[in-house]
């Protein structure tokens, strides 16, 4: 280790999740768990498309009938991220969740709970919640903070290291 | 704080804006100035795709047919960047720039004028410049510096946090 | 130098590759050679869509049909990544290659010497191996290290600075 912690002070890695794709959300979380294992102090700053990965599985939302129609193509929902290449209409993450399954990688799901064990903390940024319309009940449980840019970089700025994914 | 600074001196927070996508540079920009806003210092380096940010609107630009194609695709300037996602031939980013007014969260053009505003320095590679056959009289005013790779790495490895969008 | 190194110690720079895109991955290589140029000790950790750069051209690989036929689709080899814009069948990439040879920039194929010639040490993720079925022999010569992300981030959090591209 590079740089002493002051005792009880645990290094940090923070991990802004921007993209709604299944595999770069899957590359955060891989990341972000690996990190954890290390005995790092980890969150998970979800913005944007990265929200879909903490949405409820709902026709759609928000409060404004632009909102709707935007978040009615924009799904929600951790079991149904689309691949950010080979999508195929679905084809190409169906194949890849086998995949995964075959190696014992776990799913989006999966990581989420296996995030919540490692005392991983999930961030949900309210800047797009304003502009997406999007309200708590559309969000899955186990959140832990709903907040802003500052309060991540607040964070970030006495990181290890942090990504934008 | 972590790690204490030296007196007079500020903490940096560095972003390279490769993309040259709406959503993602308004990502940037909004983790730029932010950080800006909680008294760091900010430099932007905007690179590939991500310099039409800085590009006027002209029809092409480029010294050689090769360049003029490419650079007739990929059309510059602040205002009309596309989505990452659901683009569709210009409507996403028009729902979410009435969105994002809803919100009143700044479009890219004022959040260049608020980087101004904030002393967030705007560097501009030139080695995209090279090979995209850009000239200075191409981009808007206000860019504080050109710059390669090296010199960008230099801040970037003194920084807090650093980002490539 | 903002925090002096002890003695014989060098400042480290890191990169996860993830994207296979030709446009990224030659940023990739751009900011690790530079690091490099600048004294700068540096690791670049390829996983997912970016284990592309480093494959063989073989017609597919894999161990079971999923995996062939995903292959089969994300082609492998330096010298034909796609653009993760204008790709347009191959001519984008085409064009691109052209201008940057106009520019003297040195191609995929090229950065990879380079960056053996810099002594960058190139790392080859094993968990995306295992889920895409991959095997060594499917790969170029010169690989420095087969790793999971717990070897990459303890890496990663002695770095000065740390990209995901």
């Known amino acids: 280790m590079e740089k002493a912690m002051p005792a009880g002070r645990q290094e940090k890695f923070n991990v802004v999740v921007f993209s709604g794709d299944m595999d770069k959300v899957l590359a955060a979380f891989i990341l972000a768990t ?14 944007f498309w990265g929200l879909n990965v903490l949405r409820k599985k709902k026709l759609t939302s928000g409060k404004n009938i632009l909102q709707k129609m935007m978040n009615f193509m924009n799904k929600g929902g951790a079991d149904r991220l689309p691949l950010s290449k080979f999508n ?20 989006v799901p999966e990581f989420i709970q296996i995030a919540g064990d490692l005392e991983i903390k999930l961030l949900a940024c309210t800047t797009t919640f304003s502009f997406m319309g999007f309200k708590k009940e559309d969000f899955i449980d ?24």
Chains 1, 2, 3 share one sequence.
């Not at 690996?34 to 913005?47: H, I, N, P, R, Y």
């Not at 832990?144 to 970030?156: Q, R, S």
Request: proline content about 3%; aromatic content about 10%.
């Open 142 to 165: 186990g959140i832990d903070e709903y907040c802003g840019a500052a309060t991540y970089l607040a964070e970030a700025r006495e990181a290890k290291a942090s990504y934008f994914i």
């Open 88 to 107: 195929m209409l679905g084809l190409g993450p169906a194949m890849m969740k086998i995949m995964m399954k075959q190696s014992r990688i776990p799913t």
């Open 34 to 47: 690996t990190a954890a294992s290390m005995g790092m102090e980890v969150k998970m700053f979800f913005t």
